[in-house]
């Protein structure tokens, strides 16, 4: 069955929602569906109708994210779900074909997603691109390595989140483009950020922050909720909820992280997700207090191979070319020539032959600079034609720091 796909308009957010909800066997607060509905771009929503029954749906937020070297436009990929009564008619499979479609007329080379479920999006062309690594720390036992870098200059100033709001923004613009993953934040999304009415409390408090600053200004922040309790011997056993903590420098980061693992009546701090080279890491005298765990974070799909692979830097030299199968964006199959060096980047399309055949996912895997293409072809899924290609193109594709995004969308 082919199912017609349009744009939706404001009047059918309601029947959007159903969808989301039945599909997610979630429901929404008020307050969580208006600031839901504040992000969405109308025009970037699509769905699919089984006669005048919505029948499966997908968004779009357009970013403009870090990626190795710079910022590109980028399509964030959310809110993608087929009603229970149309799993497996092909409806999420027109769905993404057309949104992948829109987002290359819209001229954005790169498309981007968090997987609810991660088998999906590999048929799609997406490949996991960064590592999202929960972890929690027993505060006892969090002391830092002898020379964890210190700055006299520094001092810490506790506020209430809403009040400092403004210097918040400015200390992660400055920040933003230190990591590939991060996007620029918009007026909706900080607005996410500093809610805090019961359901954004979930049990844990109320929204704090604390800034480590200088006589120059704002140098880090964080954000985070504590849930008070005591153990059976009236002992302190408090859990502090780690939501963000960003800093300019290792000083203000390290002074953050200890004002966080030092506070009173405090005994656990839990993340909801760091990367996996987080500084705190090397920063702690024995990181096996790091009780973590690893999950997939972002999903990356390259729309436009030329485009996308000539828009980031590169970490060595290389000079390939590139077979890309690619059945779900036909543009994107065929033989490409990617010549990268520190300058600058080249990809045209070339009728040599290949030094590597590759599904496109493996490239979006690659993208941000922590891909699998050595793991992949071990596994055999890969073909390597001419010896060594892909662990130069890893070595080439590879960056420091690792990719993470830090905030879903």
Not at 175 to 180: A, G, I, L, M
Not at 189 to 201: G, K, L, T, V, Y
Not at 224 to 252: C, Q, V
Not at 294 to 299: F, H, T
Request: hydrophobic share 40%; proline share 7%; with cysteine.
């Amino acid at each position: 069955m082919t199912y017609p796909i349009r744009p939706i308009d404001e009047s059918e957010w309601p029947a959007f929602n159903r969808v989301l909800q039945e599909a997610f066997g979630w429901t929404l607060h008020p307050a969580l569906l208006e600031r839901n509905k504040a992000r969405t771009e109308f025009d970037r929503t699509l769905a699919a109708f089984d006669g005048d029954q919505m029948a499966g749906v997908t968004s779009i937020f357009s970013f403009t994210m870090t990626v190795p070297g710079g910022q590109l436009p980028v399509a964030g990929v959310t809110a993608v779900a087929v009603l229970p009564s149309h799993r497996r008619r092909g409806v999420l499979s027109s769905l993404m074909r057309r949104q992948l479609t829109d987002i290359r007329d819209r001229g954005e080379p790169v498309a981007a997603l968090y997987a609810s479920e991660s088998v999906i999006y590999g048929r799609y062309g997406y490949g996991r691109a960064s590592t999202n690594l929960p972890f929690r720390i027993d505060t006892h036992r969090s002391a830092f390595v002898p020379n964890a870098p210190k700055d006299p200059s520094l001092r810490l100033r506790v506020a209430q989140p809403a009040e400092v709001r403004a210097e918040l923004e400015e200390l992660f613009a400055s920040v933003v483009t230190q990591r590939p993953g991060r996007y620029v934040r918009s007026r909706e999304i900080w607005d996410e950020i500093f809610a805090d009415e019961e359901p954004d409390q979930n049990g844990h408090g109320p929204l704090r922050s604390i800034l480590a600053e200088d006589d120059q200004g704002v140098r880090g922040y964080a954000l985070f909720r504590i849930k008070a309790s005591w153990d059976d011997n009236d002992l302190p056993a408090g859990t502090l909820y780690l939501g963000e903590i960003e800093a300019a420098d290792p000083a203000a980061y390290a002074l953050l992280w200890r004002s966080v693992l030092d506070r009173d009546l405090v005994t656990r701090v839990e993340t909801y997700g760091r990367p996996a080279d987080d500084p705190l890491l090397a920063l702690l005298a024995d990181h096996r207090q790091v009780r973590a765990r690893w999950s997939d974070e972002l999903w990356v799909r390259l729309v436009e191979v030329d485009r996308a692979l000539s828009a980031r830097s590169y970490s060595a030299p290389v000079d390939a070319v590139i077979e890309v199968e690619d059945d779900v964006c036909p543009w994107n199959a065929g033989r490409w020539r990617l010549t990268a060096d520190l300058s600058g980047a080249e990809c045209k399309p070339v009728d040599d032959e290949p030094d590597v055949t590759l599904p496109v996912a493996s490239l979006g895997s690659a993208y941000l600079g922590d891909g699998l293409l050595t793991e992949q072809l071990h596994a055999g899924l890969l073909r390597e034609h001419t010896a060594g290609t892909v662990r130069r193109l890893a070595t080439a594709m590879s960056w420091s720091p690792k990719p993470w995004t830090g905030l879903v969308f």
